[in-house]
């Protein structure tokens, strides 16, 4: 017979045993059902096709550095809209500009939101800013105040002086550089720093602007690499805390930099009376304005970080895709000699040779303007439109498309579709041209063929003072010099992916004089 004692263990040892046995067949079963349930809810919900990846990597190793290349065979193999598994996020691609249609025209309010990466909740103080904030109530008012104060016509009128001062003064610092390279890039860069900041706060950065200049171009383009740059926190968001590439510490120094101009110049304007602080020609800058929302007792007051915020969103965004444009256009038209004659030949007859270049003239430059918007399409300043985050899940093309989910334009694919380009590679500037001489299409992004600065609630804000600088600089210097290549450098329009597309490598170019009176120079 067996002892009390010994039946005792043998009994606890089985019933030991019966317990793990339950406990491990709960856990299979529970697995099993949520594998069943995420099988049939992936069934149901049809989503896009796309390639398949590694568990818990999804797609992420086989990408290659030029996303707007690689979503472009990608879409060519899966079609014009696909999935890819990048980490733990869900990304979904378009592009075609039928479907980018449903996205941001026909269903843009449940698109309208944002999944912002670490380095832009950053450098946007927790994104209380235009570009990355939720649509919602805060967002919509600070647009507004943004869109129908700042950049009304009557303040983009007052404003003209600025953007005359700081392209004459870049006329200038050419002149004196005649015969010899060129930063074109940084040209247009010190030129749209000048007449931002002179629009936000009334004056240029530093009156020693080279070397101020020089050092904030620096930091913006450190910025814009960082908002570009493929983050694991971003993918796998339970691992933000430890930052193991280091962006968000990156992105906090350069934040910092910027942070105390921002804080030096707000401290100064509060410490005199408003009144006081109206600038010339009876215009309010932008800090005068949201300084007077923040006086009043409603729901408009602006926080000191939301005004900072707001001028981080138009300092990149002003300076950065400005400067870009005006190099690529500069590359196209090296490359293509013919058509800077004929913008030449256009501003002669325009302008003249015995003059300048003024606001009042750009209206009638509809060739310079075809050309701007050809090297739009050929290089789009964001490749892939900031992505919009579902609040609800939507149906786009016949594919479910998850609430949450991140979704991009191809825009680079888009503006380059066979289906509605002729020859979609060739630099062509007489395709936007009627044949009356107007050119075709605008930038407000009601034609989703092109898409250049977005379109419906989350396009871009700044368009009309964008488009001013933009024109207003490239007619300036090519009205008052020609332009070459130095002798050892080649016609080379290779890209660089990023949050904007920036040419691989800078342009350098040599100008000579082409106005015969010097004192047009001065």
Not at 365 to 385: G, N, Q
């Amino acid at each position: 017979m067996i002892s009390d004692g010994r039946w005792s263990w043998w009994s606890e040892l089985i019933i030991s045993k019966k317990e793990d046995l339950t406990f491990q067949l709960l856990v299979f079963s529970v697995i099993s059902l949520l594998i069943l349930w995420y099988s049939f809810r992936k069934a149901t919900l049809r989503l896009p096709p796309g390639p398949r990846g590694l568990p818990v990597l999804g797609y992420l190793p086989f990408l290659s550095p030029d996303l707007h290349h690689e979503f472009t065979k990608l879409g060519q193999r899966y079609g014009p809209i696909f999935k890819l598994q990048l980490g733990s996020k869900t990304y979904i691609i378009v592009s075609s500009s039928d479907l980018a249609k449903e996205v941001v025209r026909v269903q843009d309010d449940a698109f309208a939101n944002r999944d912002p990466p670490v380095a832009g909740l950053v450098i946007t103080y927790g994104g209380k800013d235009i570009l990355w904030s939720d649509n919602n109530s805060y967002w919509r008012k600070l647009r507004k105040v943004f869109v129908s104060e700042v950049l009304s016509h009557k303040n983009l009128e007052a404003s003209r002086s600025f953007r005359r001062t700081g392209v004459r003064k870049n006329i200038k610092q050419v002149y004196e550089s005649m015969g010899t390279e060129v930063d074109v890039g940084g040209l247009a860069f010190a030129s749209s720093l000048s007449v931002v900041t002179s629009m936000m706060w009334g004056k240029s950065l530093d009156e020693n602007e080279e070397n101020t200049n020089l050092g904030f171009r620096e930091v913006i383009s450190k910025i814009v690499e960082l908002l570009g740059a493929s983050n694991v926190s971003d993918l796998f968001p339970v691992l933000s805390r430890f930052d193991l590439q280091g962006v968000e510490r990156e992105m906090k120094q350069q934040l910092q930099k910027v942070d105390e101009i921002f804080q030096t110049i707000i401290e100064n304007r509060m410490n005199v009376k408003l009144e006081e602080s109206v600038e010339q020609e009876g215009r309010n800058d932008l800090l005068q304005i949201l300084l007077e929302h923040k006086q009043q007792n409603d729901t408009s007051t602006f926080s000191i970080t939301q005004i900072k915020s707001l001028f981080m969103d138009i300092v990149t965004g002003g300076t950065d895709t400005t400067s870009t444009m005006a190099e690529w256009t500069m590359a196209e038209l090296l490359k293509h000699p013919e058509i800077m004659k004929k913008i030449q030949d256009e501003l002669e007859q325009v302008v003249g040779l015995n003059n300048i270049v003024e606001e009042s003239h750009l209206p009638r430059l509809c060739y310079l303007d075809a050309v701007i918007k050809e090297t739009f399409r050929l290089h789009p300043p964001l490749p892939l439109l900031i992505g919009r985050c579902p609040n609800q899940s939507c149906n786009v093309g016949g594919y479910t498309v998850p609430k949450g989910s991140n979704v991009f334009l191809n825009v680079w694919a888009i503006h380059r579709d066979p289906k509605h380009w002729e020859n979609p590679t060739k630099f062509d500037p007489d395709r936007f041209l009627n044949t009356d001489g107007t050119t075709k299409y605008d930038y407000s992004g009601n034609n989703t063929n092109f898409l250049a600065f977005g379109s419906g609630r989350r396009k871009c804000p700044g368009i009309p003072l964008g488009e001013k600088m933009l024109v207003y600089l490239l007619a300036s210097l090519l009205h008052s010099f020609d332009w070459t290549l130095p002798e050892d450098k080649e016609h080379e329009l290779s890209d660089k992916f990023g949050i904007v597309l920036k040419k691989k490598n800078p342009l350098m170019a040599i100008p000579s004089q082409r106005l015969s009176d010097k004192n047009l120079y001065m």
